[in-house]
């Protein structure tokens, strides 16, 4: 057994909240609204570095969305933030009419996202914003798998003309064990680990998760491919399909519901060119609860033993059939 | 600054003239808003003949007034004084709502020229406005800011979130203007969702109220002049207006909210139109000394 690598630890809050100052020294345009969750959310230390350009606009959410809209059209790029809940769930019209139709750079950058903001509960663990952005024309959606990419997405989506949404948790993160310096781009997924019987496609903090059961299914002679796709709009089609085409099946992760997230836009494009034994791994269908993150995590079905069974199950073939002699290295 | 006669009439002139382009337009579409059209039209006249700073040919202008319709269903108004200014023909209205054509039946920003915010989801306008007013301001132009809101609209809580941010950022760049005529899509106002005393909730709110008639083009000058002056918040004219203005079987009717005239009703209306033109010319004539 390999030495476990030491991984770096890193909250990407802070990734986002560094990459916003840099953005903002280089940008006099840039600027930042929160919903007085500033502290939370990171931006805070942004608008003490640049008090006109930071507005903090209190408990109103769907107003500070149409305020991000009109400083758009009047030559800002603003970068708009609070919990994911929030985000998409107070502002959704907003963001529908006068963001997305007018087809305006406005950066939703929504922290908190997913089950494992743990002790608030269901009303913050915010597991459909995913869908509810891949659902509007013209809105990139992007869930960075560590505080490196957040930076990256961040920095990536100053430049995009129009509408853009970044979503992270609220946990620390370690960072995934690639080489530097990071390659990052949007509408592209990275295959992390090769593989032939199966392959794993996290979107967010859910690839580590994907990388642990490809470890635990080694042991089992089943070699899982893993990719990272952080980029859920727009999904890199042709990493699906290849992976349709060159592996048994696919699982995907996400800590989302498994509506309307990364496994419906993997499903979709499967189930369109080459359809594919597919399994959904997220929250199924169901609100959170309050509770410690890594408990939740196990009760909804999140981890990487859960993600390892689906793929086991995928690679045994369907009910009923043989078991499919072992794996070629 | 006083407006003298010449003026005004020039802005009664212009208002008929739009008046005859909203039915014109609103039948031949097939659909949309008359009445409330109607209601705002000696609004947006003042604004875009007497007020804004703009400029049809360059609608990217930097310096200029930006004006956002909330109300965005009353956008036939707002159509035909964008048009009647040179922003694009005036042909154009008789294609509003039809596929294919840069007139939606909202406005859309970014499709008609001279429109800067998306409309038709009520309350989102005054936002907007926030946001280009502290854009504005952070570049240091002279721009002002205008957003003109419905009184139905006012029911919705984006409003009065806007209000609140609008005062407290000390937007003495933005101007709203509030097209009271009492009527929304399934009652009077005070009826379904009462909002008075709306003068009130908006000084409450750290705005600056001014009332005027609506249909003064006078009293709406004078008072978006005096707007300028007010230091440290924003202010709103509470313009009390009547739904359907200018037709007499529209005005205070609920049901002319969003249908379009027939043919003959359309016959009908320019019958009123060209009687009240005479009767405009007349009238002014008689007030100059003009030999008739």
Not at chain 2, 233 to 239: D, E, G, K, N, V
Not at chain 2, 264 to 283: I, N
Request: hydrophobic share 40%; glycine share 10%.
């Amino acid at each position: 057994m390999t030495e476990p690598k030491k991984l770096l630890i890193r909250n990407p809050r802070d990734a986002y909240s560094q990459a916003l100052i840099q953005l903002g020294q280089e940008n006099p345009n840039v600027v930042v609204l929160d919903a007085d969750l500033a502290l939370s959310t990171k931006t805070k230390r942004f608008g003490t570095l640049f008090p006109d350009r930071f507005f903090d606009m209190g408990i109103q959410e769907a107003n500070m969305m149409g305020v991000a809209a009109g400083l758009a059209c009047a030559g800002k790029i603003p970068y708009v933030s609070t919990f994911a809940a929030f985000a998409t769930g107070m502002t959704y019209n907003v963001i529908r009419q006068s963001i997305c139709y007018a087809d305006l750079r406005v950066k939703i950058v929504a922290t908190h996202g997913g089950i494992s903001v743990g002790g608030d509960g269901a009303t913050h663990q915010m597991l459909e914003d995913i869908g509810l952005m891949r659902a509007l024309p013209g809105m990139t959606v992007v869930a960075p798998v560590d505080s490196t990419e957040m930076e990256h997405a961040v920095k990536a989506v100053a430049a995009a003309q129009g509408p853009c949404y970044i979503r992270c948790g609220r946990a620390d993160v370690p960072e995934l064990p690639v080489e530097e310096p990071r390659r990052f781009e949007l509408g592209k997924a990275q295959v992390f680990r090769p593989g032939t019987d199966v392959t794993l496609i996290g979107t967010g903090t859910m690839v580590f998760e994907c990388i642990e059961a490809a470890e635990r299914l080694d042991e089992e002679r089943i070699d899982a491919r893993v990719v990272s796709m952080p980029t859920v709009k727009p999904l890199d089609v042709a990493t699906v399909i290849a992976a349709a085409r060159e592996t048994k099946g696919i699982v995907t992760a996400e800590e989302h519901s498994v509506v309307n997230g990364l496994g419906s836009a993997v499903a979709e494009v499967l189930a369109e060119n080459h359809p594919t034994r597919l399994a959904r791994i997220g929250a199924q269908d169901t609100f959170g609860e309050s509770g410690d993150p890594a408990i939740l995590m196990q009760k909804y079905g999140l981890t990487a033993a859960d993600i390892a069974a689906r793929a086991r199950a995928i690679v045994a073939g369907p009910p009923g059939a043989k078991r499919v002699p072992e794996a070629k290295r | 600054m006083p407006y003298d006669d010449a003026v005004i009439h020039e802005l009664e002139v212009k208002s008929l003239a739009a008046r005859r382009l909203i039915i014109d337009a609103v039948h031949h579409a097939g659909s949309g808003h008359p009445g409330g059209s109607l209601s705002v039209i000696d609004i947006l006249v003042s604004l875009y003949f007497a007020h804004l700073h703009h400029d049809p040919r360059n609608p990217d202008w930097e310096m200029r007034d930006r004006l956002i319709l909330s109300k965005g269903h009353s956008c036939p108004a707002q159509y035909a004084c964008l048009a009647m200014s040179g922003y694009f023909p005036i042909a154009d209205l008789k294609t509003l709502r039809k596929a294919g054509s840069h007139l939606q039946g909202h406005p859309a920003r970014g499709k008609t020229p001279g429109v800067e915010f998306n409309g038709g989801s009520e309350a989102q306008g005054l936002s907007g406005a926030v946001g280009m007013a502290l854009a504005i301001r952070l570049d240091k132009r002279p721009g002002r800011v205008f957003c003109v809101l419905g009184d139905g609209e006012c029911q919705e809580g984006q409003v009065w979130e806007a209000a609140m941010a609008a005062a407290h950022y000390k937007l003495e760049n933005v101007t709203a203007i509030l097209d009271r005529n009492g009527l929304e899509t399934d009652g009077p106002t005070e009826e379904i969702m009462a909002i008075e005393p709306i003068a009130d909730k908006w000084r409450a709110f750290g705005w600056h109220v001014i009332e005027v008639d609506g249909h003064s083009h006078r009293q709406i000058l004078e008072a978006l002049d005096a707007a300028k002056e007010i230091r440290g918040r924003p202010t709103i004219l509470i313009a009390k207006t009547v739904k359907g203005k200018g037709v007499s079987f529209m005005e205070g009717s609920l049901s002319w909210h969003g249908k379009a005239p027939s043919e003959g009703e359309v016959v009908k209306a320019t019958t009123e139109f060209d009687l009240y033109e005479k009767r405009l010319r007349q009238s002014y004539e008689e007030k100059v000394g003009v030999r008739p």
